[in-house]
């Protein structure tokens, strides 16, 4: 899963990028809400951390501005602004959490996590095909009731193809899903890492076929294996 941060501090934005990649997430940091939007123009994320205190404009500018465009993606608000009358207007504004600096990276963690598993995330966390289960909340695989251990990148691969199961996913939208803005990015990344992938999932025997289809993308379908 992707997450976007939008914090200026530097030192505070590279632990959280740490500690969410350790968890399997792709991070992208921008350290304005004009770096923020423009993120958001070009990539499409699961969830975002957003602070308020931004160099060129309040981090709630960036709130509005998706919520009016209609995006539904999780806002978690991570701010030294501790006052009640901010919390509940920032809220209202459409924020779905509100976590108060300074704050564990154990915390943050589980507050992304809770709001990844939210009902209207939910449905679209647990993919099933054949007997493979995928949970993108929990981070979790499990093959025939198995529970089958995924790199990071693997994983992202293996849950856009999920997401779309019979159809064709397009190979950039599997770079986007997988790669940061800050990742070097070799030519046959992508299909290396479905290799890599196919290779592990027919050592577990799963009952699914990832098919590439050349210069498009691949398509996941349930049936036969990789």
């Known amino acids: ?9 530097e030192k505070l934005a590279a632990l959280m990028k740490k500690r969410l ?22 990539a499409a994320y699961d969830l975002i951390v957003l602070d308020l205190s931004l160099p060129d404009h309040d981090g709630t500018e ?18 030294a602004r501790a006052d009640v009358a901010q919390r509940v207007q920032t809220l209202n504004e459409g924020a779905d959490d509100y976590l108060v600096k300074p704050f564990s990276l154990d915390e943050l963690l589980a507050r992304v996590r809770a709001l990844l598993r939210r009902p209207s995330q939910v449905v679209q966390s ?3 095909a054949g007997n493979l289960v995928l949970d993108t909340a929990a981070m979790t695989l499990s093959i025939d009731g198995t529970q089958v251990a995924l790199p990071r990148r693997e994983f992202a691969v293996l849950a ?17 899903a997988v790669y ?5 990015v070799t030519p046959n990344a992508i299909e ?12 577990h025997r799963a009952s699914v076929t990832i098919t590439a289809m050349r210069g498009l993308g691949y398509i996941l379908s349930e049936g036969g294996s990789c």
């Open 1 to 9: 899963m992707r997450l976007l941060v939008v914090e200026d501090n």
């Open 21 to 42: 990649h350790e968890n399997m997430f792709a991070v992208d940091v921008v350290a304005t809400a004009e770096e923020g939007l423009a993120a958001l123009d070009v």
């Open 62 to 79: 960036v709130l509005r501005a998706l919520r009016r465009g209609g995006h539904g993606t999780p806002v978690l608000v991570a701010t």
């Open 126 to 128: 647990v993919q099933v």
């Open 160 to 176: 856009s193809l999920l997401g779309q199961k019979g159809k064709l996913v397009p190979r950039q939208k599997l770079m986007d």
């Open 180 to 184: 940061s803005f800050d990742n070097e």
């Open 192 to 203: 290396a890492a479905v290799s890599r992938l196919r290779r592990r999932l027919e050592v």
